[in-house]
């Protein structure tokens, strides 16, 4: 049975850092990737990871500020978020793409399994 588990949700001011984890488990050479959504707005990609890490992709809104790496000796993905901004307020869900470990796809429906999100709010 697969199942996600993300954590390391919560408050955190403008500038500042925070760490997402994504736990997984019953996957089989899976990418992963990391999606958002805002109230009011749709589901939007983050970023993804190829099952090696070797190759990652990443929304330009956050590119050069938030980081996507895994450990697949304890079976997690992180989204470290560097700098964030109000705009980075939303739910974050993580997504496995199970049995594909190329994919790096930025739509939501190329993610087979998803987590219950975890809520992230950016202060001023």
């Known amino acids: 049975q697969v199942q996600l588990v993300e954590s390391g949700g919560g408050l955190v001011q403008a500038g500042g850092s925070l760490r997402l984890s994504c736990a997984a488990s019953?996957?089989?050479?899976?990418?992963v990737g990391w999606f958002r959504q805002a109230p009011g707005k749709e589901r939007e990609f983050v970023a993804a990871?190829?099952?090696?890490?070797?190759?990652?992709n990443y929304a330009d809104s956050v590119k050069g500020r938030f980081t996507i790496s895994r450990d697949n000796a304890k079976n997690t993905v992180y989204l470290q978020m560097n700098n964030p901004n109000t705009e980075d307020t939303a739910v974050y869900y993580c997504?496995?793409?199970?049995?594909?470990?190329?994919?790096?796809?930025?739509?939501?429906?190329?993610?087979?399994?998803w987590g219950q999100g975890t809520q992230v709010t950016v202060s001023s």
């Open positions: 019953g996957l089989t050479f899976s990418s």
């Open positions: 997504a496995a793409a199970n049995g594909r470990p190329f994919s790096i796809a930025t739509t939501a429906r190329r993610y087979d399994y």
């Open positions: 990871i190829t099952w090696s890490g070797g190759s990652t």
